[in-house]
């Protein structure tokens, strides 16, 4: 925890507060404070991506040969808790930390030169197409067939739970290219254009009643093979290396800055406060293990990635029990019939948040692969 107290961190610190205070709109922080999802809408996380891409600080995590802003770990972490104390939108993850990482590392100098200043910008917006109905955590089951045809892949079947896919211009997708051998053989990873003939998506209301999730069908969806990232039905690598950078990351900065705003508030009895003031201790742990898994210490990164997966997702439900618990006792006590926004969609971030310990692989499947990774 010393390295957050660090003296030469302070001048840094404070040069980002400066910038969000200057630059972080009001009305995109209020529509922040009342997202029912970690996925925030492009109408409200582009207009924010494109002030932080104008500072050169949109993509915090790439080196700085693509455009990063080339800052030590630290950095990144300091500026991920400074951006959540001050109410700023989660920027989309899935063209910015997930498949860009894996152009850079298996794509062509063509095919980075041309996605990654797209997808630094906000010109690309991504969706993630691996999940199917028959294949989820079993993800390996996949069947979206892509039938070479002369230059191109011809692609049939169906994805689903596909977020943000009515707003996506591109996909990166797992596709079915073989059936020899085992069924993590014969997989490829495509990236393709969301307006290709063929493409067809159907929304998929939450419990929250969100339009968060689609289905999309492919029906004779031509793709070209020079689309593909990696080695013909050599898909599965590809994917592991981009589920590191989905299931691992910075969970306690936004958590913390979630429950400083749940203590905040009065009307809260004392035992409520105390549960707030446990989770605070939890989420200082948490915090101290992202910390070392910065440094490297004590294991692998697809280890700490299945680890932070595990720990993040449970203490962001735990502290969605809390914030109803708080809105419920707090609209009990209220006098001015003024509901913070925090509070108005704590039942919503409550009911969107089940998901959190299935998605990037349910938490039952982390805890084997941690088991396995330690246990052998």
């Known amino acids: 925890m010393d390295m957050l107290n660090d003296p030469a961190l302070t001048a840094f610190r404070e040069e980002v507060r400066a910038f969000l205070a200057a630059h972080l709109p009001g009305d995109i922080r209020r529509a922040a404070a009342r997202a029912t999802s970690v996925f925030v809408d492009p109408a409200v996380s582009l207009p924010w991506q494109r002030i932080l891409h104008a ?8 080196p700085a040969e693509y455009g990063g802003p080339g800052w030590s770990e630290i950095e990144r972490y ?3 808790a400074e951006c959540a104390r001050a109410g700023a939108p989660n920027l989309a993850p899935m063209g910015l930390k997930m498949v860009a990482p894996v152009i850079m590392h298996y794509g062509s100098p063509e095919q980075r030169a041309h996605y990654l200043p797209r997808i630094l910008s906000g010109e690309d917006y991504w969706c993630q197409g691996f999940s199917e109905p028959g294949a989820g955590s079993d993800l390996a ?35 079915r290219t073989s059936n020899e051998g085992k069924p993590q053989a014969g997989i490829s990873f495509l990236l393709l254009d969301m307006v290709a003939p063929g493409i067809s998506i159907e929304p998929i209301r939450t419990l929250a009643g969100d339009h968060e999730f689609n289905q999309v069908f492919f029906d004779d969806v031509r793709v070209p093979q020079a689309n593909r990232l990696g080695g ?14 989905e299931r691992g990351g910075k969970y306690a900065p936004g958590l913390i800055g979630r429950l400083e705003r749940l203590r905040a508030h009065d009307n809260v009895n004392p035992v409520l406060r105390a549960q707030l003031d446990r989770e605070a201790v939890t989420l200082k742990a948490l915090q101290a293990l992202e910390l070392k898994a910065m440094r490297g210490v004590g294991g692998s ?20 029990t809390l914030a109803c618990e708080v809105a419920g006792y707090a609209a009990w006590a209220d006098t001015d019939g003024q509901t913070p926004a925090d509070l108005a969609v704590a039942v919503p971030r409550y009911l969107n948040d089940r998901a959190a310990t299935i998605y990037a ?3 039952e499947i982390q805890r084997d692969l941690i088991a396995r990774t330690m246990l052998g």
């Open 301 to 320: 990164a697809a280890l700490y990635a299945s680890a932070l997966k595990v720990l993040g997702t449970e203490a962001a439900q735990r502290i969605d």
């Open 361 to 363: 692989g349910s938490n």
């Open 78 to 80: 300091v500026f991920a």
């Open 141 to 175: 089951a996949l069947q979206l067939r892509a039938t070479p045809d002369g230059a191109d892949y011809i692609l049939n079947g169906s994805k689903i739970w596909t977020t943000h896919a009515h707003f996506a211009n591109r996909m990166f997708a797992l596709v």
């Open 232 to 245: 013909e039905n050599e898909g599965w690598s590809v994917a592991k290396h981009l589920l590191t950078f």
């Open 55 to 62: 500072k050169g600080w949109a993509a915090p995590d790439w």
